[in-house]
């Protein structure tokens, strides 16, 4: 489990499960997401939250994962563009230290 800080004074923050980030994995949400200016703000977030609308209408059949997703970060109340930014953080970190994980045991 992880837990992202959601407002700068540091009040508020979300806990990340292991299954949230495979999730935001598995159906690339970051991708295409930020703009070129790199800046996450409100319209971000907005863009993220109709992304993953579209996604669960799309699917066919079981998208619990998504659900569970949306209940438990994306549409959290404390969820705000500080929340989003330190989210694309942890996804970041979480994805490098995989990736490594992965090279370094195909390595042994």
């Known amino acids: 489990m992880y837990s992202i800080q959601t407002n700068a004074s540091g009040t508020r923050s ?13 159906y690339a949400l970051f991708e295409q997401l930020i703009d070129s200016n790199g800046i996450i703000d409100e319209s971000v977030l907005e863009k ?27 549409y959290h109340d404390n969820m705000k563009a500080f929340g989003l930014k330190n989210l694309v953080n942890l996804y970041t970190d979480w994805k490098k230290q995989s ?10």
Request: aromatic share 0%; hydrophobic share 35%; charged share 35%.
């Open 14 to 26: 979300i806990t990340v499960t292991e299954e949230n980030l495979q999730t935001i994995d598995k």
């Open 48 to 74: 993220l939250k109709l992304n993953i609308r579209s996604l669960i209408v799309g699917i066919e059949g079981n998208c619990k994962d998504l659900l569970d997703l949306c209940i438990d970060v994306i």
């Open 99 to 108: 990736e490594d994980e992965t090279a370094k045991s195909t390595e042994d």
